[in-house]
């Protein structure tokens, strides 16, 4: 994997690593969204455990891990088009647990277009805009800034079968925006695009979610995709939170296990404690438990990534083992 620009100097390059604190510590406060204690289980499948989550105004938290984990369940869960078996959701200091999907005030894009074909663009984008709150002119007018917005300004009279797939997701992205949304969510948007656009789009996505300071949640498998355009990340593993913190520390500290071998590329290492501060390193790959103090005898894995390996020729100190 290639490690985002972003993060590469993160350890080194204060002015980056400021920059993305001050944004983080000025949203601290508000909360847009939390999600308390969600479960969910469909028969004989727990897909969702003890879920919590907070979502302050203005950020993009990404829902990372691998598939089946769990992340469309509870994007659909926070949408209300499914009903958790336990926990809440609250927006804005509202319980909306119980509340139908089109009273949540939730704008959302799935993976695959779902843009009405027989409509043109002008009236995919308009779909949602209730007549008692939009006259003709007002709506007129609401499609002409989302599709400036979206970079697209000419093609309302279009219909859906005349545009890239691209086009498609900008489109679907600024129908999800027309009723100026509390939260916005996004389900995999760009999985179905090739690489290149894929890219493009992602950073599209983040400068207009930047630009309307809208609370968002991105749902991926995409690791560099996560790593790239999130406030935080929701690392997710087989129905449960493994962590969920900022991009750095998700890439330089992880928390768990999963998150280290899933996130980037590390190496493990089983080793044996041989004396203070000592280890010994074998060939079998032993799992152990996260340990802060290191005892004589305990055994447990060291994991490094590959950019903090140096080889050393035949240093004397380290024929017998390895000083950390
Ligand atoms: N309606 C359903 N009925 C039964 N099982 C489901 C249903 N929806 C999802 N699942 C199962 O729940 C798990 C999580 O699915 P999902 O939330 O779609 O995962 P992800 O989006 O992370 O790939 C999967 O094992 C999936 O097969
Ligand atoms: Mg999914």
């Known amino acids: 994997m290639n490690i985002p620009s972003a993060l590469q ?7 980056t690593l400021a920059r993305s604190l001050r944004s983080y510590s000025q949203q601290q406060h508000q909360r847009v969204l939390e999600i308390v204690d969600i479960q969910k289980a469909y028969p004989n499948k727990q897909v ?3 879920i919590n989550l907070d979502l ?3 950020e993009l938290i990404s829902f990372l891990g691998p598939s089946g984990c769990g992340k469309t369940t509870l994007l659909r869960i926070i949408a209300g088009l499914e009903q958790p078996d336990y926990g809440k959701i609250i927006k804005k200091g509202q319980d909306i647990t119980r509340l139908k999907p089109a009273k949540r005030q939730c704008g959302v894009v799935f993976q695959n277009y779902a843009l009405f074909p027989n409509l043109s663009i002008a009236e995919n984008i308009a779909f ?12 007129v007018d609401r499609i002409a800034e989302l599709l400036d917005l979206i970079e697209l300004p000419d093609i309302a009279a279009r219909y859906p079968y005349q545009l890239s797939g ?7 992205l600024a129908r999800a925006l027309a009723i100026q949304p509390d939260i916005l969510l996004l389900d995999e948007p760009l999985s179905a695009l090739d690489a290149v656009v894929r890219v493009k789009l992602r950073q599209n996505i983040r ?13 991926t498998h995409d690791q560099e995709e996560a790593l790239s355009v999130s406030d935080r990340i929701a690392v997710m593993y087989a129905g449960k939170i493994e962590q969920l913190d900022t991009p750095h520390n998700i890439y330089y500290a992880p928390q768990t296990r999963f998150v280290a071998a899933f996130i980037g590329n590390m190496n493990f290492l089983a080793g044996r404690v041989t004396g203070n501060q000592q280890l010994q390193l074998i060939h079998s790959a032993t799992e152990v438990q996260r340990t802060h ?3 004589k005898d305990e055994w447990f ?18 024929q017998q083992g390895l000083m950390i």
């Open 9 to 15: 100097q993160a350890n080194s390059d204060h002015r």
């Open 56 to 58: 302050r105004a203005g």
């Open 301 to 318: 894995e060291i994991g490094f990534r590959p950019e903090n390996a140096c080889l050393i020729l035949d240093p004397p100190q380290q």
């Open 128 to 139: 949602g805009l209730h007549p008692k709150q939009y006259s003709k002119q007002a709506k």
């Open 207 to 219: 400068l207009i979610q930047r630009q309307l300071n809208i609370a968002t949640i991105l749902v």
């Open 293 to 295: 103090r290191l005892e």
């Open 48 to 50: 969702l455990e003890h």
């Open 166 to 172: 691209g086009q498609q997701q900008r489109v679907a």
